[in-house]
Protein backbone atom coordinates (compact mmCIF):
# COMPACT_ATOMS: atom_id res chain seq x y z
CA UNK A 1 0.00 0.00 0.00
CA UNK A 2 2.53 2.40 0.91
CA UNK A 3 4.45 1.33 -2.01
CA UNK A 4 1.44 2.12 -4.76
CA UNK A 5 1.26 5.49 -2.12
CA UNK A 6 5.05 6.38 -3.21
CA UNK A 7 4.51 5.77 -6.90
CA UNK A 8 1.18 8.38 -7.08
CA UNK A 9 0.97 12.25 -6.86
CA UNK A 10 -0.67 13.60 -3.57
CA UNK A 11 -4.38 14.96 -3.95
CA UNK A 12 -2.60 18.62 -3.36
CA UNK A 13 -0.12 18.27 -5.92
CA UNK A 14 -2.42 16.92 -8.91
CA UNK A 15 -4.40 19.78 -8.44
CA UNK A 16 -1.44 22.56 -7.93
CA UNK A 17 -0.80 20.57 -11.01
CA UNK A 18 -3.65 21.00 -13.07
CA UNK A 19 -4.48 24.65 -11.72
CA UNK A 20 -0.75 25.10 -13.40
CA UNK A 21 -1.26 23.98 -16.10
CA UNK A 22 -4.15 25.79 -16.70
CA UNK A 23 -2.61 28.86 -15.88
CA UNK A 24 0.17 28.76 -18.16
CA UNK A 25 -2.02 27.94 -21.21
CA UNK A 26 -3.91 31.14 -20.50
CA UNK A 27 -1.23 33.00 -19.87
CA UNK A 28 0.38 31.88 -22.97
CA UNK A 29 -2.42 32.60 -25.42
CA UNK A 30 -3.01 35.77 -24.18
CA UNK A 31 0.26 36.62 -24.31
CA UNK A 32 0.57 35.47 -27.83
CA UNK A 33 -3.22 37.11 -28.84
CA UNK A 34 -1.68 40.33 -26.92
CA UNK A 35 1.52 40.42 -29.01
CA UNK A 36 -0.03 39.71 -32.51
CA UNK A 37 -2.68 42.18 -31.86
CA UNK A 38 -0.22 45.19 -30.75
CA UNK A 39 2.23 43.82 -33.28
CA UNK A 40 -0.36 44.30 -36.11
CA UNK A 41 -1.25 48.06 -34.47
CA UNK A 42 2.18 48.72 -34.68
CA UNK A 43 3.00 47.75 -37.99
CA UNK A 44 -0.57 49.25 -39.28
CA UNK A 45 0.50 52.58 -37.43
CA UNK A 46 3.87 52.78 -38.73
CA UNK A 47 1.92 52.19 -42.47
CA UNK A 48 -0.47 55.06 -41.84
CA UNK A 49 2.25 57.06 -40.81
CA UNK A 50 3.82 56.78 -44.47
CA UNK A 51 0.74 56.99 -46.22
CA UNK A 52 0.16 60.45 -44.08
CA UNK A 53 3.79 61.76 -44.84
CA UNK A 54 3.30 60.51 -48.54
CA UNK A 55 0.08 62.78 -48.90
CA UNK A 56 1.18 65.48 -46.47
CA UNK A 57 4.32 65.68 -48.97
CA UNK A 58 1.60 65.63 -52.44
CA UNK A 59 -0.39 68.01 -50.67
CA UNK A 60 2.94 70.61 -49.70
CA UNK A 61 3.95 70.32 -53.16
CA UNK A 62 0.39 71.21 -55.11
CA UNK A 63 0.38 74.35 -52.63
CA UNK A 64 3.94 75.63 -53.63
CA UNK A 65 2.87 74.62 -57.13
CA UNK A 66 -0.35 77.07 -56.78
CA UNK A 67 1.80 79.65 -54.91
CA UNK A 68 4.44 79.74 -57.57
CA UNK A 69 1.85 79.71 -60.48
CA UNK A 70 0.18 82.71 -58.57
CA UNK A 71 3.36 84.44 -58.17
CA UNK A 72 4.36 83.44 -62.15
CA UNK A 73 1.15 84.89 -63.52
CA UNK A 74 1.62 88.68 -62.44
CA UNK A 75 4.23 88.87 -64.96
CA UNK A 76 1.58 87.71 -68.32
CA UNK A 77 0.56 91.35 -68.72
CA UNK A 78 4.57 92.48 -68.89
CA UNK A 79 5.62 89.25 -71.00
CA UNK A 80 2.25 90.12 -73.24
CA UNK A 81 3.00 93.52 -73.63
CA UNK A 82 6.39 92.74 -74.96
CA UNK A 83 5.13 91.13 -78.19
CA UNK A 84 4.59 94.19 -78.96
CA UNK A 85 8.03 94.90 -80.70
CA UNK A 86 8.37 91.40 -82.25
CA UNK A 87 5.19 91.12 -84.16
CA UNK A 88 5.89 94.77 -85.22
CA UNK A 89 9.45 93.61 -86.59
CA UNK A 90 7.62 90.64 -88.04
CA UNK A 91 5.43 92.55 -90.13
CA UNK A 92 8.20 94.74 -90.96
CA UNK A 93 9.68 92.06 -92.41
CA UNK A 94 6.78 91.24 -94.47
CA UNK A 95 5.88 87.81 -92.67
CA UNK A 96 9.26 86.75 -93.37
CA UNK A 97 11.46 85.95 -90.33
CA UNK A 98 14.78 85.52 -91.75
CA UNK A 99 14.58 89.64 -92.51
CA UNK A 100 14.71 90.13 -89.04
CA UNK A 101 17.50 91.29 -86.93
CA UNK A 102 16.56 89.09 -83.71
CA UNK A 103 20.13 89.83 -81.83
CA UNK A 104 19.30 93.64 -82.43
CA UNK A 105 15.62 93.49 -81.26
CA UNK A 106 16.32 91.74 -78.04
CA UNK A 107 18.99 94.41 -77.01
CA UNK A 108 16.21 97.01 -77.86
CA UNK A 109 13.79 94.84 -75.26
CA UNK A 110 16.27 95.03 -72.62
CA UNK A 111 17.64 97.88 -72.59
CA UNK A 112 14.93 99.08 -70.12
CA UNK A 113 14.83 96.92 -68.08
CA UNK A 114 16.61 93.95 -66.27
CA UNK A 115 15.41 90.99 -68.36
CA UNK A 116 17.45 88.62 -69.96
CA UNK A 117 15.33 87.93 -72.79
CA UNK A 118 15.21 85.52 -75.07
CA UNK A 119 12.99 85.05 -78.87
CA UNK A 120 12.24 82.38 -80.83
CA UNK A 121 10.40 81.52 -84.43
CA UNK A 122 8.70 78.42 -84.61
CA UNK A 123 7.58 77.26 -87.79
CA UNK A 124 4.29 74.88 -88.25
CA UNK A 125 6.73 71.54 -88.20
CA UNK A 126 7.35 72.55 -84.53
CA UNK A 127 10.26 73.24 -84.84
CA UNK A 128 12.61 76.43 -83.53
CA UNK A 129 13.67 77.97 -87.31
CA UNK A 130 15.31 81.01 -85.39
CA UNK A 131 16.04 82.20 -82.22
CA UNK A 132 18.75 84.18 -80.10
CA UNK A 133 19.60 81.64 -77.84
CA UNK A 134 21.57 79.56 -80.58
CA UNK A 135 21.60 76.23 -78.22
CA UNK A 136 17.98 75.70 -78.70
CA UNK A 137 18.10 76.57 -82.32
CA UNK A 138 16.37 73.63 -84.50
CA UNK A 139 14.57 72.14 -81.84
CA UNK A 140 12.01 69.87 -82.74
CA UNK A 141 8.34 69.81 -80.63
CA UNK A 142 7.30 67.49 -82.35
CA UNK A 143 8.88 65.04 -80.29
CA UNK A 144 6.42 65.94 -77.39
CA UNK A 145 3.16 64.81 -78.50
CA UNK A 146 1.44 67.04 -75.82
CA UNK A 147 3.28 70.26 -75.89
CA UNK A 148 3.49 70.63 -79.58
CA UNK A 149 -0.28 70.11 -79.76
CA UNK A 150 -0.71 72.85 -77.10
CA UNK A 151 1.89 75.43 -79.55
CA UNK A 152 -0.19 74.09 -82.50
CA UNK A 153 -3.25 75.22 -81.16
CA UNK A 154 -1.98 78.09 -79.83
CA UNK A 155 -0.32 78.85 -83.58
CA UNK A 156 -3.64 78.27 -85.11
CA UNK A 157 -5.51 80.92 -82.60
CA UNK A 158 -5.04 84.49 -82.29
CA UNK A 159 -4.56 85.24 -78.85
CA UNK A 160 -1.68 85.64 -76.47
CA UNK A 161 -1.03 82.01 -73.65
CA UNK A 162 1.40 82.44 -71.13
CA UNK A 163 3.34 79.47 -70.14
CA UNK A 164 4.88 78.94 -66.51
CA UNK A 165 8.66 78.87 -65.64
CA UNK A 166 10.11 75.42 -67.02
CA UNK A 167 13.74 73.77 -67.69
CA UNK A 168 15.40 74.52 -70.69
CA UNK A 169 15.17 71.13 -73.06
CA UNK A 170 18.71 72.17 -74.60
CA UNK A 171 20.17 72.96 -71.15
CA UNK A 172 20.35 73.28 -67.29
CA UNK A 173 18.79 76.50 -66.35
CA UNK A 174 14.65 77.93 -65.99
CA UNK A 175 12.84 80.43 -67.85
CA UNK A 176 9.17 81.88 -68.07
CA UNK A 177 7.96 81.48 -71.64
CA UNK A 178 5.08 82.97 -73.07
CA UNK A 179 4.22 82.41 -77.05
CA UNK A 180 1.90 84.48 -79.91
CA UNK A 181 0.64 83.30 -83.24
CA UNK A 182 1.70 85.60 -86.42
CA UNK A 183 -1.34 87.41 -87.77
CA UNK A 184 -0.66 84.40 -91.43
CA UNK A 185 -0.72 81.75 -88.73
CA UNK A 186 2.82 80.62 -90.27
CA UNK A 187 5.12 81.04 -87.48
CA UNK A 188 4.47 80.95 -83.20
CA UNK A 189 6.63 83.50 -81.94
CA UNK A 190 7.86 82.68 -78.68
CA UNK A 191 9.51 84.83 -75.73
CA UNK A 192 11.37 83.66 -72.57
CA UNK A 193 12.60 85.69 -69.85
CA UNK A 194 14.67 85.39 -66.43
CA UNK A 195 15.63 88.05 -64.26
CA UNK A 196 17.55 88.13 -60.70
CA UNK A 197 14.61 89.71 -58.92
CA UNK A 198 12.47 87.73 -60.91
CA UNK A 199 13.81 84.33 -59.35
CA UNK A 200 14.22 85.67 -56.11
CA UNK A 201 10.94 86.02 -55.59
CA UNK A 202 10.41 82.22 -56.40
CA UNK A 203 12.60 81.17 -53.92
CA UNK A 204 9.12 82.15 -51.71
CA UNK A 205 7.37 79.52 -52.65
CA UNK A 206 10.43 76.69 -52.51
CA UNK A 207 9.88 72.88 -52.28
CA UNK A 208 12.67 72.50 -50.20
CA UNK A 209 10.30 73.55 -47.45
CA UNK A 210 8.83 70.40 -47.56
CA UNK A 211 11.69 68.40 -46.82
CA UNK A 212 12.04 70.53 -43.35
CA UNK A 213 8.83 70.75 -42.32
CA UNK A 214 8.40 66.94 -42.44
CA UNK A 215 11.65 65.57 -40.92
CA UNK A 216 11.57 67.88 -38.19
CA UNK A 217 7.81 66.12 -36.59
CA UNK A 218 8.87 62.65 -37.91
CA UNK A 219 11.79 60.48 -36.66
CA UNK A 220 11.50 57.93 -39.13
CA UNK A 221 11.60 59.90 -41.83
CA UNK A 222 15.35 60.01 -43.31
CA UNK A 223 14.91 61.88 -46.50
CA UNK A 224 12.54 63.43 -48.97
CA UNK A 225 13.74 64.78 -52.25
CA UNK A 226 11.13 65.92 -54.97
CA UNK A 227 12.01 65.69 -58.57
CA UNK A 228 11.07 67.17 -61.84
CA UNK A 229 9.79 66.01 -65.36
CA UNK A 230 13.41 66.17 -66.51
CA UNK A 231 15.11 64.25 -63.27
CA UNK A 232 16.54 67.13 -61.84
CA UNK A 233 16.14 67.38 -57.81
CA UNK A 234 13.92 70.49 -56.78
CA UNK A 235 13.78 69.10 -53.32
CA UNK A 236 16.58 67.33 -51.13
CA UNK A 237 20.44 66.80 -51.30
CA UNK A 238 21.60 66.64 -54.60
CA UNK A 239 21.11 68.13 -58.13
CA UNK A 240 19.40 65.34 -59.92
CA UNK A 241 18.41 61.79 -60.00
CA UNK A 242 21.44 58.99 -60.70
CA UNK A 243 22.13 55.09 -60.49
CA UNK A 244 18.65 53.14 -58.95
CA UNK A 245 17.17 56.32 -58.54
CA UNK A 246 17.22 57.50 -61.52
CA UNK A 247 15.85 54.10 -62.86
CA UNK A 248 12.80 54.12 -59.90
CA UNK A 249 11.90 58.20 -60.68
CA UNK A 250 11.49 57.27 -64.88
CA UNK A 251 9.65 54.44 -63.74
CA UNK A 252 7.04 56.59 -61.72
CA UNK A 253 7.02 59.28 -64.34
CA UNK A 254 6.26 56.15 -66.86
CA UNK A 255 3.22 54.68 -65.01
CA UNK A 256 2.22 57.75 -63.00
CA UNK A 257 1.86 55.65 -59.98
CA UNK A 258 4.07 55.16 -57.21
CA UNK A 259 5.68 52.08 -55.13
CA UNK A 260 7.85 50.88 -52.21
CA UNK A 261 11.26 49.93 -52.46
CA UNK A 262 12.05 47.93 -49.14
CA UNK A 263 16.03 47.59 -48.39
CA UNK A 264 16.63 45.14 -45.51
CA UNK A 265 20.66 45.72 -45.45
CA UNK A 266 20.22 49.25 -44.56
CA UNK A 267 16.38 49.21 -42.57
CA UNK A 268 14.95 51.56 -44.91
CA UNK A 269 11.58 51.63 -46.97
CA UNK A 270 11.48 54.15 -49.67
CA UNK A 271 8.58 55.42 -50.90
CA UNK A 272 7.93 57.00 -54.34
CA UNK A 273 4.87 58.91 -55.39
CA UNK A 274 3.59 60.53 -58.09
CA UNK A 275 2.38 64.24 -58.06
CA UNK A 276 0.25 65.45 -60.99
CA UNK A 277 0.13 68.91 -61.31
CA UNK A 278 -1.54 68.82 -64.52
CA UNK A 279 -3.02 71.95 -65.65
CA UNK A 280 -4.89 72.43 -68.79
CA UNK A 281 -4.47 76.14 -68.37
CA UNK A 282 -0.55 75.96 -69.76
CA UNK A 283 0.91 75.01 -72.91
CA UNK A 284 3.47 72.72 -71.10
CA UNK A 285 1.01 71.45 -68.35
CA UNK A 286 2.34 68.33 -69.06
CA UNK A 287 5.65 68.80 -67.88
CA UNK A 288 4.92 70.17 -64.95
CA UNK A 289 4.14 67.01 -62.94
CA UNK A 290 6.56 66.44 -60.04
CA UNK A 291 8.33 62.59 -58.08
CA UNK A 292 8.54 62.31 -54.21
CA UNK A 293 10.58 59.97 -53.08
CA UNK A 294 10.51 59.69 -49.13
CA UNK A 295 13.01 57.77 -47.22
CA UNK A 296 11.81 55.56 -44.07
CA UNK A 297 13.61 54.54 -41.52
CA UNK A 298 12.33 50.88 -40.41
CA UNK A 299 14.51 50.93 -37.71
CA UNK A 300 11.90 52.26 -35.13
CA UNK A 301 9.82 50.15 -35.79
CA UNK A 302 11.81 47.26 -35.27
CA UNK A 303 12.60 48.28 -32.10
CA UNK A 304 8.93 49.13 -31.06
CA UNK A 305 8.58 45.73 -31.71
CA UNK A 306 11.57 44.14 -29.37
CA UNK A 307 10.71 46.34 -26.83
CA UNK A 308 7.01 44.71 -27.06
CA UNK A 309 8.08 41.22 -27.07
CA UNK A 310 10.39 42.12 -24.16
CA UNK A 311 7.84 43.42 -22.25
CA UNK A 312 5.22 40.56 -23.49
CA UNK A 313 7.71 37.91 -22.36
CA UNK A 314 8.63 39.32 -18.97
CA UNK A 315 4.81 39.65 -18.35
CA UNK A 316 4.56 36.07 -19.03
CA UNK A 317 7.31 34.72 -16.70
CA UNK A 318 5.97 36.87 -14.01
CA UNK A 319 2.28 35.69 -14.83
CA UNK A 320 3.93 32.04 -14.46
CA UNK A 321 5.61 32.76 -11.01
CA UNK A 322 1.97 34.07 -10.30
CA UNK A 323 0.99 31.08 -11.12
CA UNK A 324 3.00 28.71 -9.66
CA UNK A 325 2.45 30.61 -6.05
CA UNK A 326 -1.67 30.68 -6.61
CA UNK A 327 -1.61 26.86 -8.03
CA UNK A 328 -0.32 25.50 -4.96
CA UNK A 329 -1.83 27.89 -2.66
CA UNK A 330 -5.25 27.36 -4.09
CA UNK A 331 -4.88 23.69 -3.77
CA UNK A 332 -3.51 23.54 -0.37
CA UNK A 333 -6.50 25.52 0.77
CA UNK A 334 -9.05 23.23 -1.15
CA UNK A 335 -7.32 19.92 -0.19
CA UNK A 336 -6.73 20.69 3.14
CA UNK A 337 -10.23 19.66 4.84
CA UNK A 338 -10.28 16.32 3.00
CA UNK A 339 -6.63 15.98 4.38
CA UNK A 340 -7.99 16.10 7.93
CA UNK A 341 -10.91 13.83 7.15
CA UNK A 342 -8.29 11.47 5.38
CA UNK A 343 -6.42 11.43 8.55
CA UNK A 344 -9.45 11.17 11.35
CA UNK A 345 -10.58 8.06 8.89
CA UNK A 346 -6.81 6.34 9.66
CA UNK A 347 -6.87 6.80 13.00
CA UNK A 348 -10.34 5.31 13.44
CA UNK A 349 -8.98 2.42 11.19
CA UNK A 350 -6.33 1.94 13.95
CA UNK A 351 -9.60 0.96 16.64
CA UNK A 352 -9.82 4.44 18.10
CA UNK A 353 -13.91 4.16 17.71
CA UNK A 354 -14.13 7.05 20.00
CA UNK A 355 -11.98 9.38 17.97
CA UNK A 356 -14.55 12.35 16.60
CA UNK A 357 -13.82 13.72 12.78
CA UNK A 358 -13.07 17.20 13.24
CA UNK A 359 -15.06 20.11 11.29
CA UNK A 360 -13.83 20.72 8.22
CA UNK A 361 -15.32 24.27 7.29
CA UNK A 362 -16.95 24.31 3.94
CA UNK A 363 -20.46 22.33 3.07
CA UNK A 364 -19.44 19.59 1.00
CA UNK A 365 -17.15 18.11 3.74
CA UNK A 366 -19.26 18.96 6.78
CA UNK A 367 -21.37 16.48 5.13
CA UNK A 368 -19.16 13.34 4.58
CA UNK A 369 -18.11 14.19 8.68
CA UNK A 370 -21.18 14.09 9.69
CA UNK A 371 -21.98 10.52 7.62
CA UNK A 372 -18.35 9.45 8.79
CA UNK A 373 -19.44 9.95 12.54
CA UNK A 374 -22.75 8.70 12.46
CA UNK A 375 -21.87 5.36 10.60
CA UNK A 376 -18.66 4.83 13.37
CA UNK A 377 -21.08 5.40 16.49
CA UNK A 378 -23.50 2.83 14.79
CA UNK A 379 -20.68 0.52 14.50
CA UNK A 380 -20.14 1.38 18.19
CA UNK A 381 -23.33 -0.15 18.86
CA UNK A 382 -22.79 -3.12 17.31
CA UNK A 383 -19.97 -4.31 19.38
CA UNK A 384 -21.68 -2.96 22.07
CA UNK A 385 -24.11 -5.51 21.77
CA UNK A 386 -21.59 -8.33 20.87
CA UNK A 387 -20.13 -7.68 24.71
CA UNK A 388 -23.31 -7.73 26.49
CA UNK A 389 -24.21 -11.39 25.19
CA UNK A 390 -23.99 -14.40 27.54
CA UNK A 391 -25.35 -17.17 28.09
CA UNK A 392 -24.67 -21.41 27.42
CA UNK A 393 -22.57 -23.06 25.38
CA UNK A 394 -25.39 -23.35 22.80
CA UNK A 395 -26.28 -19.80 23.53
CA UNK A 396 -22.60 -18.80 23.78
CA UNK A 397 -22.13 -20.26 20.00
CA UNK A 398 -25.32 -18.80 18.95
CA UNK A 399 -24.52 -15.40 20.51
CA UNK A 400 -21.34 -15.98 19.11
CA UNK A 401 -22.21 -17.05 15.68
CA UNK A 402 -24.73 -13.70 15.44
CA UNK A 403 -21.85 -11.50 16.60
CA UNK A 404 -19.95 -13.02 13.49
CA UNK A 405 -22.76 -12.52 11.60
CA UNK A 406 -22.59 -8.52 13.06
CA UNK A 407 -19.11 -8.54 12.48
CA UNK A 408 -19.82 -9.66 8.92
CA UNK A 409 -22.49 -6.61 8.84
CA UNK A 410 -20.09 -4.48 10.28
CA UNK A 411 -17.27 -5.38 7.98
CA UNK A 412 -19.91 -4.72 5.03
CA UNK A 413 -21.00 -1.44 6.38
CA UNK A 414 -17.10 -0.80 6.79
CA UNK A 415 -16.61 -1.55 3.13
CA UNK A 416 -19.37 0.48 2.18
CA UNK A 417 -18.17 3.35 4.22
CA UNK A 418 -14.59 2.63 2.10
CA UNK A 419 -16.75 2.47 -1.38
CA UNK A 420 -18.69 5.61 0.05
CA UNK A 421 -15.20 7.23 1.03
CA UNK A 422 -13.92 7.06 -1.88
CA UNK A 423 -17.09 7.99 -4.27
CA UNK A 424 -17.68 11.12 -2.09
CA UNK A 425 -13.86 12.09 -2.49
CA UNK A 426 -14.53 11.83 -6.06
CA UNK A 427 -17.31 13.59 -6.01
CA UNK A 428 -15.68 16.18 -3.99
CA UNK A 429 -12.48 16.25 -6.38
CA UNK A 430 -15.10 16.86 -9.09
CA UNK A 431 -16.43 19.79 -6.54
CA UNK A 432 -13.55 21.49 -6.40
CA UNK A 433 -13.93 23.51 -9.73
CA UNK A 434 -17.06 24.85 -8.13
CA UNK A 435 -15.79 25.71 -5.17
CA UNK A 436 -13.52 28.20 -6.65
CA UNK A 437 -16.24 29.68 -7.24
CA UNK A 438 -16.48 30.45 -4.04
CA UNK A 439 -13.63 31.42 -3.28
CA UNK A 440 -14.50 34.74 -4.78
CA UNK A 441 -17.31 35.23 -1.89
CA UNK A 442 -15.03 34.23 1.00
CA UNK A 443 -12.22 36.71 -0.42
CA UNK A 444 -14.09 39.85 -0.76
CA UNK A 445 -12.64 40.98 1.93
CA UNK A 446 -8.91 39.93 1.08
CA UNK A 447 -8.31 43.04 -1.28
CA UNK A 448 -4.65 41.66 -2.17
CA UNK A 449 -6.42 38.16 -3.20
CA UNK A 450 -9.36 38.95 -4.79
CA UNK A 451 -7.17 41.15 -7.31
CA UNK A 452 -5.37 38.41 -9.03
CA UNK A 453 -8.82 36.40 -9.19
CA UNK A 454 -10.69 39.99 -11.20
CA UNK A 455 -6.82 39.85 -13.55
CA UNK A 456 -8.11 36.35 -14.47
CA UNK A 457 -11.66 37.36 -15.07
CA UNK A 458 -10.76 40.46 -16.87
CA UNK A 459 -7.88 38.33 -18.97
CA UNK A 460 -10.66 35.64 -19.68
CA UNK A 461 -13.27 38.46 -21.33
CA UNK A 462 -10.15 40.32 -23.23
CA UNK A 463 -9.44 36.35 -25.20
CA UNK A 464 -13.03 36.14 -25.73
CA UNK A 465 -13.23 39.80 -27.32
CA UNK A 466 -9.68 39.13 -29.46
CA UNK A 467 -11.32 35.74 -30.65
CA UNK A 468 -14.46 37.73 -31.93
CA UNK A 469 -12.28 40.40 -33.83
CA UNK A 470 -10.44 37.93 -35.42
CA UNK A 471 -13.62 35.92 -37.16
CA UNK A 472 -13.64 38.03 -40.19
CA UNK A 473 -10.50 36.62 -41.41
CA UNK A 474 -11.00 33.23 -40.15
CA UNK A 475 -14.11 32.90 -42.39
CA UNK A 476 -11.48 32.39 -45.56
CA UNK A 477 -11.10 29.34 -46.41
CA UNK A 478 -13.30 27.83 -43.43
CA UNK A 479 -16.20 26.57 -45.27
CA UNK A 480 -15.34 23.12 -47.13
CA UNK A 481 -14.95 23.60 -51.11
CA UNK A 482 -17.89 22.23 -53.49
CA UNK A 483 -18.61 21.69 -57.28
CA UNK A 484 -19.58 24.70 -58.62
CA UNK A 485 -20.96 25.51 -62.59
CA UNK A 486 -18.66 28.16 -63.74
CA UNK A 487 -21.06 29.27 -66.31
CA UNK A 488 -23.57 30.31 -63.87
CA UNK A 489 -21.53 31.87 -61.43
CA UNK A 490 -20.06 34.55 -64.35
CA UNK A 491 -24.29 34.65 -65.79
CA UNK A 492 -25.13 35.65 -61.85
CA UNK A 493 -22.29 38.18 -61.76
CA UNK A 494 -22.72 39.86 -65.50
CA UNK A 495 -26.31 40.40 -64.58
CA UNK A 496 -25.54 42.87 -61.61
CA UNK A 497 -26.24 46.39 -62.16
CA UNK A 498 -22.75 47.52 -62.37
CA UNK A 499 -21.86 45.26 -64.85
CA UNK A 500 -25.00 45.47 -67.53
CA UNK A 501 -23.57 47.87 -69.54
CA UNK A 502 -20.84 45.12 -70.65
CA UNK A 503 -21.81 42.75 -72.96
CA UNK A 504 -20.52 39.38 -71.56
CA UNK A 505 -19.66 36.28 -73.79
CA UNK A 506 -19.31 32.99 -72.48
CA UNK A 507 -18.48 30.12 -73.92
CA UNK A 508 -17.29 27.22 -70.61
CA UNK A 509 -20.27 24.93 -71.53
CA UNK A 510 -21.65 23.11 -68.57
CA UNK A 511 -17.71 23.23 -66.76
CA UNK A 512 -17.85 22.65 -62.69
CA UNK A 513 -14.88 23.60 -60.59
CA UNK A 514 -13.53 22.76 -57.44
CA UNK A 515 -13.34 25.68 -55.18
CA UNK A 516 -14.33 27.62 -52.19
CA UNK A 517 -17.84 29.10 -52.54
CA UNK A 518 -16.10 32.22 -52.45
CA UNK A 519 -15.20 31.93 -55.83
CA UNK A 520 -18.11 33.90 -56.96
CA UNK A 521 -16.19 36.79 -55.25
CA UNK A 522 -13.19 36.01 -57.15
CA UNK A 523 -15.00 36.88 -60.41
CA UNK A 524 -16.88 39.57 -59.34
CA UNK A 525 -13.50 41.12 -58.70
CA UNK A 526 -12.64 40.57 -62.27
CA UNK A 527 -15.25 41.97 -63.69
CA UNK A 528 -14.78 44.92 -61.07
CA UNK A 529 -10.82 45.42 -62.03
CA UNK A 530 -12.25 45.78 -65.68
CA UNK A 531 -14.63 48.32 -65.49
CA UNK A 532 -12.64 50.21 -62.79
CA UNK A 533 -9.28 50.12 -64.99
CA UNK A 534 -10.24 48.95 -68.20
CA UNK A 535 -11.41 52.82 -69.41
CA UNK A 536 -12.95 51.20 -72.45
CA UNK A 537 -14.64 48.13 -71.61
CA UNK A 538 -17.30 47.02 -73.58
CA UNK A 539 -17.14 43.53 -73.56
CA UNK A 540 -15.80 40.53 -71.77
CA UNK A 541 -15.26 37.06 -72.76
CA UNK A 542 -14.82 33.71 -70.87
CA UNK A 543 -13.55 30.91 -72.04
CA UNK A 544 -11.91 27.26 -71.07
CA UNK A 545 -9.34 24.96 -73.00
CA UNK A 546 -7.39 22.18 -71.54
CA UNK A 547 -3.66 22.66 -71.65
CA UNK A 548 -0.89 20.51 -70.76
CA UNK A 549 -2.53 18.34 -68.36
CA UNK A 550 -4.73 21.25 -66.59
CA UNK A 551 -7.56 23.43 -67.18
CA UNK A 552 -7.14 26.93 -68.24
CA UNK A 553 -10.13 29.66 -67.79
CA UNK A 554 -9.70 32.63 -69.92
CA UNK A 555 -11.65 36.27 -68.53
CA UNK A 556 -11.00 39.01 -71.45
CA UNK A 557 -11.62 42.54 -71.39
CA UNK A 558 -10.91 44.73 -74.94
CA UNK A 559 -10.13 47.52 -72.60
CA UNK A 560 -6.80 49.67 -72.47
CA UNK A 561 -5.17 46.65 -70.34
CA UNK A 562 -2.40 46.18 -68.07
CA UNK A 563 1.13 47.76 -68.25
CA UNK A 564 4.39 45.19 -68.70
CA UNK A 565 5.90 46.38 -65.16
CA UNK A 566 2.38 46.08 -63.53
CA UNK A 567 0.88 42.02 -64.52
CA UNK A 568 3.04 41.24 -61.28
CA UNK A 569 2.67 43.94 -58.84
CA UNK A 570 -1.30 43.70 -59.41
CA UNK A 571 -1.39 40.73 -57.45
CA UNK A 572 0.44 42.65 -54.38
CA UNK A 573 -1.60 43.80 -51.10
CA UNK A 574 -2.18 47.85 -51.44
CA UNK A 575 -1.27 47.64 -55.01
CA UNK A 576 -4.08 49.79 -56.68
CA UNK A 577 -6.14 52.60 -57.22
CA UNK A 578 -8.85 51.55 -54.80
CA UNK A 579 -8.25 49.44 -51.55
CA UNK A 580 -5.40 47.26 -53.37
CA UNK A 581 -6.65 43.85 -51.86
CA UNK A 582 -9.32 43.01 -54.66
CA UNK A 583 -6.91 40.79 -57.10
CA UNK A 584 -4.85 39.56 -54.12
CA UNK A 585 -7.86 38.11 -52.46
CA UNK A 586 -8.69 36.36 -55.53
CA UNK A 587 -5.42 34.70 -55.45
CA UNK A 588 -6.02 33.87 -52.25
CA UNK A 589 -8.90 32.48 -52.85
CA UNK A 590 -8.00 30.38 -55.46
CA UNK A 591 -4.83 29.11 -54.00
CA UNK A 592 -7.25 27.13 -51.39
CA UNK A 593 -8.02 24.13 -53.94
CA UNK A 594 -4.59 24.52 -55.67
CA UNK A 595 -5.73 27.12 -58.51
CA UNK A 596 -3.34 30.04 -59.53
CA UNK A 597 -4.15 32.84 -61.58
CA UNK A 598 -1.85 35.11 -63.85
CA UNK A 599 -2.36 38.08 -66.15
CA UNK A 600 -1.15 37.68 -69.84
CA UNK A 601 -2.91 40.83 -72.00
CA UNK A 602 -1.43 43.33 -74.64
CA UNK A 603 -1.10 46.86 -72.88
CA UNK A 604 -3.44 49.03 -75.21
CA UNK A 605 -5.32 45.69 -76.57
CA UNK A 606 -6.98 44.41 -73.17
CA UNK A 607 -6.67 42.74 -69.90
CA UNK A 608 -6.81 38.87 -70.03
CA UNK A 609 -6.60 36.81 -66.58
CA UNK A 610 -6.05 33.11 -67.18
CA UNK A 611 -7.21 31.01 -64.09
CA UNK A 612 -5.01 27.76 -64.00
CA UNK A 613 -6.92 24.44 -62.13
CA UNK A 614 -5.60 21.41 -61.71
CA UNK A 615 -7.09 18.46 -63.46
CA UNK A 616 -8.76 16.54 -60.39
CA UNK A 617 -10.94 20.62 -59.92
CA UNK A 618 -12.72 20.51 -62.92
CA UNK A 619 -15.02 18.21 -65.07
CA UNK A 620 -17.83 18.77 -67.14
CA UNK A 621 -21.29 17.67 -65.71
CA UNK A 622 -23.49 15.23 -68.00
Aim: hydrophobic share 40%; charged share 25%.
Amino acid sequence: MKKDERKQLSLQSSFAFAIFLVFIVLTVSVSIILYTSVEESITSQFEEKMDQTAISVTHSAILADKGLSLYEKAYDQQLEDAFAPFLEAYNEAGGDPSLIDLDALKKRMQQYSDWDVELYVINEKGVIEYTTFELEKGFDFSTIPEFYASITAIREGNEFSADRVCSSYSGPGEKKYAYFPTPDHRYLLELSFWSDSFMEGRKNFPYTAISDMLMGDDSSLLEVSIFDITYRRVAGHGVSAEGETLAHVKQVSADRSGFDVIDKTNETITRYIFIDLKNEQYPSSSEMDLIGEIVFSTQPLHDSLNMLLFNVVSLSLLGIGIGVFFAYYIAYFLTRPLKAIISDIDYIAEGHLDHPIQEAGSVETEKLRRSVNLLVERLKSEICMLKKTSGDLDSELKRTQEAEKSLMSANTKLGLLSSITRHDLLNQIRALSMISALLKENLKEDGEAEQPLRIMDNVVATMEDQITFTREYELLGSKTAEWLNFGSLVTEVSEGTAFRQITTEISTSNLEVYADPLLKRVIFNLFDNAVRHGETVTRITVSFREENGAGLLSIEDDGCGVPENMKEKIFWKKIGKNTGYGLFLAQEILSITGMTIRETGTKGMGARFEIRIPEECYRFKE
